[in-house]
């Protein structure tokens, strides 16, 4: 195996290769045949091909693989109308290299009010150049003016027939010999990505070395922690609201506090570190500070509830 990830690997890079989202590819085909938009908003689960999606439009209406990379915003860390505005002065000009701009804003539900206000005229009215692509977990929180200026694409999570063909294909393409366990390793990771073709593909690359389909599944519950401490630590970026993090927190009840807490600092300092705006900033501040002191693991989630509780709820 290379030391390319699994799920970087085999990110699609064309439609053909997307799978288990055919009714959106043969949609966002003929949308581009016609030139009917330069406005997508692509919702549904994490993993489920939302971002992949968008690079791969872009690159069938003419971006560059340059382009489409310095076109890529996380809204959790552009929040406010001024980060916003920055963003939108790119399609302002024409692109150097290829023949289109495109600017594809992930988790776009996590802009302030002010920034999606600012967003309807370039939504409506994009130069011949530019494009727009929206993407989201949580519609709900994107206004209906927004949604209406876009074409709307709502991902599924994949089936997991689905997942299994794509694992085994790659399983065999790495040369990944699970031995007799092979089947139930493979039905493991498939069922435990939640219809996620990326996070099957990590938990291949995670049970790659497993045993046993014993040994395979103590792995992947043992990433379902981890993944849990980064849903956690995203909610708190984005400023979700005290019921979602309740939720977030008892699945979470059974993980070692300290490496939920290692997990939130790492995330909260990048964005800080990546912060375009003073107001990103001190909120990922806020954050690195409520988790700044260790938790003792006899105390089990209490800390994660009390450092969470002071952030949202006030001291």
Known sequence: MTDTTLHTKYRPTKFADVVGQDTAVRSLRQVLKRGLSHAF???GPSGTGKTTLARIVAAEVGCSPQDIRAGEHDAATNTGIDAMRAIQEMLEYKPISGSVRALIIDECHALSKAAFQSLLKALEEPPTWGYWFLCTT???RVPAAVVTRCARYDLKPVGQPVLLDLLDRVALAEKINLGEDTSRVLTACAREALGSPRQALVNLAMCAGAKSAAEARELLQSAEGARGAFEL?????RGAKWPEIQVILADLADTSPESVRHTI????????LGAKSERAAAHGMSIL?????PFAPQDGIS???LACGSLLLGE
């Open 41 to 43: 908003l692509f919702t």
């Open 138 to 140: 949580e519609p709900a």
């Open 233 to 237: 630590a995203q909610a708190l970026v």
């Open 289 to 293: 500070d409520a988790f700044a002191e």
């Open 265 to 272: 600092r790492a995330y909260a300092t990048k964005v800080v």
């Open 303 to 305: 800390p994660v509830v």
